[in-house]
């Protein structure tokens, strides 16, 4: 049982389109992950890249392994974090304006990344649905608990958009609650 990590990673791109209005002609992007090794880490950036080709926009720069933001990275448009360690770091550079004003966009699930979009310092958050996995992954272990032939199905679970104007809407409300939990 694993998120949509391909949806998510094109669901990401689409959003920075739908602000942008399709026109990414002249932009620059840095790409952030914790990690490429994985193919989770490999789907949310291929899932993204595939929406944004062929609509101008350049990748200055990708980091990973923790590398984390440092000042020196080359001036960008926009910071892409396509993991929560990674959505958090970029929150904490753009809260301390080491961001160049650039435009952060990503993946997250903990409460300190709805902070960070909820204070501003990211403008739209891709939330994988973590609670659910986990719920989804039990279910399927007691399904399989004493039926030795039974093959485990693989389950992906969905994701959802948040933006500071619908943090509180009631879907999201239910999302924030489980993260608490």
């Known amino acids: 049982v694993r998120p949509d990590n391909g949806g998510m990673g094109t669901a990401l791109a689409e959003e920075i389109l739908k602000d942008y209005e399709g026109n990414l002609k002249g932009k620059t992007m840095g790409i952030v992950s914790s990690t490429l090794d994985t193919e989770a880490a490999l789907n949310r950036q291929e899932g993204f890249l595939d929406v944004l080709e ?6 200055l720069w990708t980091l990973s392994g923790g590398e984390g933001l440092a000042e020196e990275e080359e001036k960008v448009d926009f910071v892409i974090a396509l993991d929560d360690h990674s959505l958090i770091d970029a929150g904490r550079a753009a809260q301390a304006n080491n ?11 903990s409460t300190e990344a709805v902070y960070y979009l909820d204070m501003g310092m990211v403008v739209c958050l891709v939330v994988p649905d973590e609670f659910n996995v986990g719920y989804q992954s039990i279910q399927e272990v007691v399904r399989k608990r004493g039926r030795l032939f039974r093959k485990m199905e693989s389950i992906e679970v969905s994701y959802t958009v948040m933006r500071r104007e619908n943090l509180f809407s009631d879907k999201n409300q239910e999302i924030l609650f489980t993260m608490n939990q």
């Open 54 to 59: 062929g609509k101008g926009v350049e990748i």
């Open 99 to 109: 961001l160049h004003g650039a435009v952060v966009y990503g993946i997250g699930n």
